[in-house]
């Protein structure tokens, strides 16, 4: 198979020593990181007529719960835990048939599909026959029944998408990014078109376009999973039957499932535990209420809040999707061949470069949006059924969130980096103690936070999460480059401090009125101006991370401090 050896063969070289990523592994975090960025682009635009039509209401706060249960599938499985079980055990397999004629990697992948679809099929006719239920027993709840029906549509979507990721995997690891990371745009197309085209038909009625929308959500997952076949076909893949021969590899992904899912996904669960502490700690759409708690309570959170967390959650992940995933997703697979090959001290060296590269764009990222929260949301949602108050409470839940950024992007590198060495329980422990900092944390503070005590709570785990991961991999791989570390935090901060300043000074100058021009200029001048002066203060502090990424080359020995 001339293609698969020819797509797989350019991941085995490295830079000596570890020293810096092979020139391949860049082009491949760009070609996924500009993919991702106009999935995010396509993904605010999608977010922008959404917000103009629903506003923050109860049926998006029904929506954005509904969408949230098979989007958590995707968070699992298209964004890490599907990829981390997967590749070390397909790099093994790949590493065992050198000559790329054999048929072990295709079996492997076959029967990965097969268990996932019938794992999966299972799962969601339950969720189906438990959705029913409900909807039986509390029909008389109309907010509820919106969201039990809204759910039911867009379950099955979870099958789609989860084999839409095993497909991209495999990808992945053959050294094709470029299909994969354009896969998300088509959800966001179908979602635009839905909204523009079919929305306008059912103009009065709110709850049917939450329904077209869900549909919508669906058939995306149809085009996402036949988007792929044609470039995996031409890698050479063929469905394998005899799966004798990977049964050990079968059983170890199998094992690996479940922690890995569990710990890949604990920004999402959290996620998924705000929404839900949002929903039953909200005052109804009428106001007013008192919590069924001890001493009668007022409800601390406001109508809206579910929708307040879908957009504000939204804003934050734009940085994140373009930059932490896309690194962890073209990382890994070199994580993986290091390990299976018991290079230890490259994947060391690797690793540590990945974290060096979360804090140059992550530290800033996190800064400047928790900075321009407010004129970006006002430029992005503020439009239509949209208020200012709308605005208001949507940049506190953002500026929040925000805190966490660089945290977000540096945690699917380290846990990327345990599961390429097989290692599952320590970052499943750290993940689960970050649960329950964000539990607690979600049921203190939105007392006297209200709705932005949830996010402060994922902001706070997530960075209890790196600290752990960071701390207990070195168990593993031996002491990270430290001084390195050190010297680019330094520096990062330092250049991170010159941007909140140009920033803020370009924040002094913001327009009254209320027009998209004056809107729009409020956000690109300051935007513009802290960019310029980080990238000029990066150059004076001699920040190399950067130079590694605008020239898209590795950094050779040499150049290293």
């Not at 930059?323 to 001290?345: C, D, Y």
Request: with cysteine.
């Amino acid at each position: 198979m001339p293609r698969h050896s020819a797509s797989t063969e350019p991941q085995r070289s490295g830079c000596a020593g570890g020293s810096g990523l092979p020139p391949r592994l860049i082009a491949g975090l760009w070609v996924v990181a500009s993919s991702t960025l106009l999935s995010r682009v396509l993904g605010l635009v999608r977010d922008i007529v959404t917000a103009r039509l629903f506003s923050v209401s109860p049926v998006m706060d029904a929506f954005a719960l509904a969408f949230r249960v098979p989007n958590l599938a995707r968070r699992l499985f298209g964004e890490g835990a599907l990829s981390a079980a997967f590749l070390p055990a397909f790099a093994r397999e790949l590493e065992r048939t050198p000559d790329r004629t054999g048929n072990t990697p295709w079996q492997l992948a076959t029967s990965v599909f097969v268990v996932l679809t019938a794992v999966l099929l299972t799962l969601v006719g339950l969720g189906e026959l438990l959705l029913a239920g409900m909807a039986i027993v509390w029909h008389g709840d109309a907010r509820l029944r919106l969201l039990l029906g809204l759910t039911a549509v867009m379950l099955p979507y979870a099958v789609l998408i989860c084999l839409a990721a095993q497909l991209s995997a495999v990808l992945n690891a053959l050294g094709n990014y470029s299909r994969p990371a354009l896969v998300p745009i088509v959800l966001n197309l179908c979602w635009i078109g839905t909204i523009w085209v079919i929305a306008p038909l059912f103009e009065r009625d709110r709850e049917k376009q939450a329904y077209a929308l869900a549909v919508s959500v669906l058939f995306s997952g149809c085009l996402q999973l036949g988007l792929q076949w044609p470039t995996l076909r031409r890698l050479g893949f063929r469905f394998e039957t005899g799966w004798r021969d990977v049964r050990a590899g079968l059983n170890d992904i199998l094992r690996a499932m479940l922690p890995v899912t569990i710990g890949l996904s604990i920004t999402q669960i959290n996620g998924l535990l705000d929404v839900c502490t949002a929903w039953f700690f909200a005052a109804a759409p009428a106001g007013g209420g008192v919590m069924p708690l001890p001493g009668h309570p007022a409800f601390p959170l406001a109508s809206g809040a579910v929708s307040v967390i879908y957009y504000g959650e939204r804003l934050y992940q734009f940085p994140l999707g373009v930059f932490g995933v896309a690194l962890g997703t073209v990382l890994f697979p070199l994580l993986s061949r290091h390990a299976a090959r018991g290079e230890l001290i490259r994947l060391r060296d690797d690793l540590t470069l990945g974290l060096r590269l979360v804090l140059v764009i992550g530290l800033p990222a996190s800064v400047g949006l928790m900075l321009v929260a407010d004129p970006l949301t006002r430029l992005f949602f503020e439009h239509g059924s949209f208020g200012s108050s709308d605005a208001v409470r949507t940049a506190r839940m953002t500026e929040a969130y925000a805190a966490g950024v660089w945290a977000y992007c540096a945690i699917p590198v380290l846990y990327r980096g345990f599961y390429a060495l097989g290692q599952r329980t320590a970052p499943l422990r750290i993940g689960l103690a970050a649960v329950a900092v964000d539990l607690v944390l979600n049921l203190t503070l939105i007392w006297p936070l209200a709705e932005r005590g949830l996010a402060w709570s994922t902001a706070a785990s997530a960075i209890v999460q790196v600290v752990g991961l960071t701390w207990a991999i070195q168990a593993f791989v031996g002491r990270l480059d430290w001084s390195h570390l050190v010297r680019t935090s330094a520096r990062v901060i330092a250049a991170t401090g010159v941007m909140a300043a140009a920033t803020l000074f370009a924040l002094s100058w913001r327009r009254i009125g209320t027009g998209n021009v004056d809107k729009l200029f409020n956000l690109i001048v300051p935007v513009a101006a802290g960019g310029v002066a980080y990238l000029i203060a990066a150059r004076l502090f001699h920040l190399e991370e950067i130079r590694l990424l605008l020239r898209r080359e590795p950094i050779l020995p040499e150049e290293r401090d």
